[in-house]
């Protein structure tokens, strides 16, 4: 069961989401974090999602800035902003009495919940998955564009059959982003998930993060998972995996 819901942005645009809640019993409530360019409804967001309420965990996950549901134009956020609207979603979940005490990102959203988790009261917890060890190797996606949006101040990007406008003040704001810095001051257990075989994001990005991080920390590895975890079955054993790690954490938070 999924409920729409939808919260204000750091830009102040409407963000929509939906909320997976568990049928039986609830044993704790999180936030998922989508992908670049991905979504609430992509494969990894939508099926980890359902399995964590599946698992008991009730979750949230929301689209950002210009994609899906939500209002705003994509090419107007950035890195900062992803990371921005991830602190506001805590914030939702606790004004509506289900506050998060669990944060997952996939790709570039495992870097924005590794940088927001300072910064969400009553955090029990951080999960990454394929995530990158620095926002700016996002940039692979469109260095063919980056001088003519240097020089112009943004250009056109066709992204799966969409238009998006990139600009800037995002790949400014990417590469002045130092993730690291965010993973060493983490105060809440990490799991850093990584498959061997990721083509999109090589696994010495799961090294490095899991090398930043204090203890406690752990790393799992997603053998046979593609950067997208599309392959069948795959998110679901992901979720599994997240449940099974963080119950000692949602435990502790009951008691």
């Given at each position: 069961?999924?409920?729409?819901v939808?919260?204000?942005?750091?830009?102040g645009?409407?963000?929509?989401?939906l909320?997976?809640v568990?049928a039986?019993?609830?044993r704790?409530?999180?936030?998922?974090?989508?992908?670049f360019?991905?979504?609430?409804?992509s494969?990894?967001?939508?099926?980890i999602c359902?399995?964590?309420?599946?698992?008991?965990?009730g979750m949230?996950?929301?689209?950002?800035l210009?994609?899906?549901q939500?209002?705003?134009?994509?090419?107007?956020?950035?890195?900062t902003?992803?990371?921005d609207?991830?602190?506001?979603?805590?914030?939702?979940?606790?004004?509506?009495?289900?506050?998060?005490?669990?944060?997952?990102?996939?790709?570039?959203?495992?870097?924005?919940?590794?940088?927001?988790?300072?910064r969400?009261?009553?955090?029990?917890?951080?999960?990454?998955?394929?995530?990158?060890?620095?926002?700016?190797h996002?940039?692979?996606?469109y260095?063919?564009?980056v001088?003519?949006?240097?020089a112009?101040g943004?250009a056109?990007?066709?992204?799966?059959?969409?238009?998006?406008?990139?600009k800037?003040?995002?790949v400014?704001?990417?590469r002045d982003?130092?993730?690291?810095?965010?993973?060493?001051?983490?105060?809440?257990?990490?799991l850093v998930?990584?498959?061997?075989t990721?083509?999109?994001?090589?696994?010495?990005n799961?090294?490095?993060i899991?090398?930043?991080?204090?203890?406690?920390?752990?790393?799992?590895?997603?053998?046979?998972?593609?950067h997208?975890?599309?392959?069948?079955?795959?998110?679901?054993r992901a979720?599994?995996?997240?449940?099974?790690?963080a119950?000692q954490?949602?435990?502790?938070?009951?008691?």
């Open positions: 069961m999924a409920d729409a939808s919260f204000t942005s750091s830009t645009q409407r963000l929509a989401g909320l997976d568990p039986g019993p609830v704790g409530w999180g936030i998922f974090a989508h992908g360019t991905l979504g609430k409804d494969p990894a967001a939508a099926r359902k399995g964590l309420a599946e698992e008991g965990i949230l996950r929301f689209d950002n210009g994609l899906g939500s209002e705003g134009d994509w090419g107007d956020g950035s890195f902003h992803k990371v609207d991830t602190v506001l979603a805590a914030g939702f979940m606790a004004e509506r009495g289900t506050p998060a005490a669990l944060l997952v990102g996939h790709s570039f959203g495992g870097a924005a919940v590794l940088a927001a988790a300072g969400v009261p009553g955090l029990q917890a951080v999960v990454s998955v394929g995530a990158p060890s620095e926002p700016r996002v940039e692979h996606n260095d063919a564009l001088d003519r949006v240097m112009d943004h056109e990007w066709l992204v799966g059959g969409r238009a998006l406008t990139l800037r003040a995002f400014e704001d990417v982003a130092d993730l690291k810095q965010h993973v060493r001051r983490l105060t809440v257990p990490l998930m990584h498959s061997p990721d083509s999109t994001v090589s696994v010495e799961a090294s490095a899991f090398k930043a991080a204090p203890h406690p920390r752990s790393f799992v590895s997603l053998e046979g998972s593609d997208l975890l599309t392959a069948r079955g795959q998110a679901r979720a599994r995996i997240i449940s099974a790690w119950d954490y949602l435990t502790a938070l009951e008691a």
